[in-house]
């Protein structure tokens, strides 16, 4: 089975907790992406990253932090400078527009 | 910059009517167009896109999309929906230029099918 993997599918996170958030893809492509969902307010761009080792913040990065070391993971650490953090998570991968979406993170903050 | 708008935030139709999701969006640049569906608790799902070429666009599951450049929208259409049919449709605008092109999503519209 192929396409892109998130986990867990559910977190619930204490305040004051740093939480990561996995995203694994095994489609080859060198773009993959972080978006938050809330309702009503559609998706914004958390974080992106064109190429190994490198990344871009997108419009809310403050709070989170990424990293990418290997081409096949992106994972999201939402810490705890994030005041609002209670949203669904959702990984991307390709070039921009041409997306393919993982299933997604609920993170609960409790 | 670019903005979308999705003019309705819910739209309920009955079963086997046909469905028009409205989308307008604001550029000062040349833009591609998309739209993505998403069903409860999953990721989103590319159902078309606008590169250039014709104007109508047909997509996955019977929908497609008309651009307008002159009134900047592109709505996406279905003839005859089912209850299937029933998630969140996204539309989503993107610049030409090269490399790093965001993309800027509209806030959905809750498309709700009864039977």
């Known amino acids: 089975d192929g396409g892109i993997t998130q986990s867990p599918k559910y977190l619930f996170r204490k305040e004051g907790q740093n939480v990561t958030l996995s995203c694994e893809q095994n489609?080859?492509?060198?773009?993959m992406y972080w978006y938050r969902q809330d309702p009503g307010q559609g998706l914004r761009l958390i974080y992106y990253?064109?190429?190994?080792?490198?990344?871009q913040k997108g419009d809310i990065a403050e709070g989170y932090s990424v990293s990418r070391e290997k081409k096949e993971s992106f994972p999201l650490t939402v810490t705890s400078a994030q005041k609002n953090p209670t949203a669904f998570y959702l990984c991307?991968?390709?070039?921009?527009?041409?997306?393919?979406f993982g299933p997604g993170t609920r993170l609960t903050v409790l | 910059a670019q903005s979308v708008t999705q003019l309705d935030s819910q739209v309920p139709v009955f079963e086997e009517a046909p469905v028009e999701l409205r989308c307008n969006y604001s550029s000062s640049v040349s833009v591609y167009l998309f739209w993505y569906v998403q069903y409860p608790n999953q990721g989103l799902q590319l159902l078309l896109k606008y590169l250039s070429g014709s104007t109508l666009v047909k997509g996955i599951n019977g929908f497609e999309a008309e651009f307008n450049k002159s009134q900047t929208s592109f709505h996406l259409r279905k003839p005859s929906v089912h209850i299937s049919d029933t998630a969140e449709y996204f539309c989503a605008v993107r610049s030409r230029g090269q490399g790093a092109q965001k993309l800027v999503f509209g806030q959905g519209t809750r498309l709700t099918i009864n039977p």
């Open positions: 991307a991968v390709g070039p921009f527009g041409e997306q393919f």
């Open positions: 489609l080859n492509h060198d773009a």
């Open positions: 990253s064109q190429i190994v080792n490198d990344f």
